[in-house]
């Protein structure tokens, strides 16, 4: 992928997308994620396949004749950092720079492949999402 591609994607991540570390699931680990809404399917397809990461959901409009139809693009885990390393030099909003690098630089040194915590472990693992969400 291009640099001019790769800083466009961090732009429009920085205007209409989230960097996140969340629960997919009721007893894991807040986990990274990756998300872009846009009412442009073509966009998101275009960062789809730009990337080759991630999915992109329809979102359900309850509203037809008031609203136009909303997608989202999603990546989570492994392809959330793989997104996040092709991007991260070129975010601009302070807070999506920070918590792409607290993602990149922290979450996997904290995330044993076994899923197995020590007490030491989880609590640097609760530190580093509470500092996430402070930011």
Known sequence: MEVQERAYI???????????????HRNQHPAPCVTISSNSYELLLWIKQKTGLGRIITKKNYNPDAHKDSFTYITRYNEAISLLELIKP???IEQKRIRAHLILNEYKKLTPRNGRYSKEQLKAKEDLYEKFISV
Request: proline share 0%; no cysteine.
């Open 10 to 24: 961090a732009g429009i991540i920085d205007g209409e997308g989230s960097i996140m570390l969340t629960r997919f």
């Open 90 to 92: 070129y975010l601009i």
